[in-house]
């Protein structure tokens, strides 16, 4: 089975389960980019799958449909994109709006986590350096962008009482972001992905651009070796909870787009068919985590995540029979030359892998057995997801119940104000027309500095009226003598 170079598979509940993001175009409609993709899949599918949904722009026929896919088509996962500025982005407010909706309709707001204005901004830095190549991708956004950006958005979503998923994270500043927000009780998930915890950034600077460019995906991978088991740790500790293959290739003629400027790179890199192989390497080998949580991160967690289980990412009486038959003493070496992937690149090219799939089972058949596939196009079907998962949801509704409480004891009841209400729009010139008259002040002599009394009619305070010569701007002026003929304490005639 060949995938498509334009598959985008972002989340995976097992290797018989993967659900895809819809991407509408501008001109479309969600309801016609979603009509699209079950067209493209349903005649060909091999294994069941769902979809997620893009939000890509934002207005109210975007959130009507948004209601009509999660009450009639079971879409219960709606993803907004932080990054790519000329395209999908949508600004904070935005956010904010489609964050409210998916919590008012019980879905899940999925995020790609990046500063697009500023990476946009530094990616013009780094061409005025002459930096072209693929190490520009990189450079441009550095790890710290993409933490500020998941910080964001966890705020957001705490703002609007939205349970979050932060998917691809793909670095160690990201992954302490959703730590943190998860120590303090916010209802939030974050994935890591096949890249990110199977190879690193140190890609990017490869002599050969082709190498390079293979490897371009967003977020970016990260140059710090230890990033991998770092983010794998977070698998361990339950900081991250899912892994994704964020499968979406490119051969090396359409990476070639970029050859004369990075931006121009397609991003994305193979992940779907070497997942689970890199994971036990990465996980289970290195004593990261053990069999139980391999499969809870690979399968499991999403299932009840996107509400599927116990129907997926569960072997029991009742749940569909899909599951696999897994080798931990088998092995073998990823190349380009004999995977399943349609590309012509591998990004984990010579990895010796230890503990493989040897049989798959999807529906009670064999679908791979040794290396062979017996998958029959159109065998799978489309699974509905439903919305107010109690896995995510349970929490949530009480928290709301709670909150509603407080806020109504917290109410100050007041008498209504009954004075009067000066209109502060109203333009300077109208005010100074009803300003109350003030009496003339004296004016400074010629030659003294001088700046015109306040519009309240005060005396400036802020000038000075030191001249180097000690005269003074009243000089001139007639002075009363009374204090000098008749001081207070009366004249004075004796000699001393």
């Not at 502060?424 to 009496?439: G, V």
């Amino acid at each position: 089975m060949h995938l498509s170079p334009y598959t985008c598979v972002h989340t995976q509940v097992s290797e018989h389960e993967n659900v895809d993001l819809v991407i509408p175009t501008k001109e479309q409609t969600l309801l016609e980019a979603y009509k699209q993709w079950r067209e493209r899949a349903d005649a060909k599918v091999c294994c069941d799958y769902g979809l997620h949904v893009a939000i890509t722009h934002w207005n109210e026929q975007v959130a009507a449909d948004m209601e009509t896919l999660a009450k009639e088509q079971g879409v219960n996962s709606f993803k907004v994109y932080m990054g790519y500025s000329d395209s999908f982005m949508l600004h904070d407010d935005e956010i904010f709006q489609v964050f409210a909706k998916c919590r008012e309709i019980g879905a899940i707001a999925m995020v790609h986590a990046e500063n697009g204005l500023v990476v946009k901004e530094l990616e013009k830095e780094m061409l005025k350096l002459g930096i072209t190549g693929p190490e520009g991708h990189l450079l441009s956004r550095p790890e710290k962008l993409e933490a500020e950006a998941t910080y964001r958005v966890l705020t957001i979503a705490e703002q609007t009482r939205c349970p979050l998923y932060v998917e691809h994270v793909t670095s160690k500043a990201a992954a302490d972001k959703v730590q943190e927000a998860r120590l303090q009780g916010q209802i939030v998930f974050g994935a890591s992905n096949t890249a990110s915890l199977g190879t690193d950034g140190s890609h990017y600077f490869n002599k050969c651009w082709c190498h390079g460019a293979f490897h371009v995906m967003s977020p970016p991978l990260r140059d710090d070796s230890t990033t991998g088991p770092y983010l794998m740790d977070c698998l361990a500790n339950g900081t991250l909870s899912t892994t994704a293959s964020d499968h979406c290739t490119f051969n090396g003629n359409q990476k070639a787009l970029g050859k004369d400027d990075f931006r121009k790179i397609p991003h994305g890199v193979n992940g779907i068919e070497d997942r689970l192989p890199i994971i036990w390497a990465k996980g289970v080998e290195t004593g990261k985590l053990d069999i139980n949580q391999f499969v809870a991160v690979t399968s499991t967690n999403a299932a009840r995540i996107f509400n599927m289980y116990p129907k997926k990412g569960r072997i029991a009486v009742g749940s569909d029979a899909d599951c696999l038959i897994w080798d931990s003493e088998a092995t073998k070496t990823i190349s380009a030359s004999t995977h399943h992937q349609a590309c012509d690149f591998n990004i984990f090219e010579t990895f010796q892998c230890r503990g493989l799939p040897i049989v798959t089972i999807v529906d009670g058949k064999i679908a791979y057995e040794y290396g062979e596939l017996h998958v029959v196009q159109g065998s799978g079907k489309y699974i509905e997801t439903g919305c107010f998962t109690d896995y995510v949801y349970q929490k949530l509704t009480k928290r709301e119940q709670l909150r509603a409480e407080i806020l109504k004891q917290q109410t100050v009841e007041r008498e209504l104000y009954t004075g009067d209400v000066v209109d502060l729009t109203k333009s300077l010139s109208n005010e100074s027309k009803t300003s109350p008259k003030h009496a003339n002040h004296e004016l400074p002599a010629a030659g003294f500095h001088n700046r015109p009394a306040t519009r309240a009619g005060a005396r400036n305070l802020f000038d000075s009226s030191f001249m180097l010569s000690g005269e003074q701007w009243d000089d001139g002026s007639v002075r009363k003598t009374t204090r000098v003929q008749q001081p207070p304490g009366g004249q004075s005639k004796g000699l001393w």
